[in-house]
């Protein structure tokens, strides 16, 4: 893939708001790096967004929880001169008492939501301040247990913007896409907080 085009790599992109993400900012004329377990879903999008964008879209089929898998998700991350967005929307849930349910299940929702997020955020930050142009968006499955997030309790979504791009519009876009994909019966509110060369906004909406 040539840099010459944005390129935006969304993770948990083979189903439901990953998806949606994905021609979202297809059609904002970013090309993409989409990201999931399920290869042969992965290449259905490609094509759509191919014919319909004219989109270049890598496909990276790939296991999160897995160290090696997620290891390769972040060379390429480092090795993206043109990533200006990275969607963290890779996650799960497990249902029942957090004491009750198989350790194994919360071991690899954690792993997921939590250790991917941070290193694939980790991965791509370094180069998105440099170059000051970026954004990386994180969708809230609902915290595991015993931690936090931009947006605080509950689901929700966050999106950290380096300063000096114009990526806000985008963001404002996937932020309508998350609010028509939350229950009708709860409301949406957002908050802004700057730090530093970078502006942190999180919106808190329904489960997805």
């Not at 708001?17 to 259905?44: F, K, Q, S």
């Not at 000096?164 to 949406?188: E, L």
Request: proline content about 3%.
């Amino acid at each position: 893939m040539t840099d010459s085009r944005p390129l935006a790599l969304v993770t948990g992109a083979s189903s439901g708001i990953g998806v949606v993400y994905a021609r979202a900012l297809a059609a904002r004329g970013y090309d993409l790096a989409l990201v999931a377990r399920r290869r042969e879903r992965l290449e259905e999008l490609a094509a759509e967004l191919t014919a319909e964008y004219s989109s270049r879209c890598d496909i990276l089929a790939a296991d999160l929880t897995e160290d090696a898998e997620l290891q390769v998700i972040e060379h390429f991350i480092a090795r993206s001169p043109n990533l200006e967005f990275l969607v963290n929307n890779a996650g799960f849930g497990n249902a029942g008492r957090f004491y009750e349910a198989p350790l194994e299940g919360q071991d690899s929702m954690h792993r997921l939501h939590v250790l991917a997020t941070l290193r694939l955020t980790h991965a791509a930050l370094g180069g998105m301040t440099a170059r000051r142009k970026g954004a990386v968006f994180q969708n809230e499955h609902g915290n595991p247990a015993g931690s936090e997030s931009l947006s605080g309790p509950g689901p929700g979504a966050a999106c950290l913007r380096i300063a000096g791009d114009d990526n806000g519009v985008i963001g404002q876009r996937i932020n309508q896409a998350i609010t028509a994909h939350s229950r009708p019966n709860r409301k949406s509110g957002a908050r802004v907080v700057r730090r530093g060369q970078a502006q942190i906004s999180a919106l808190q909406g329904g489960a997805i």
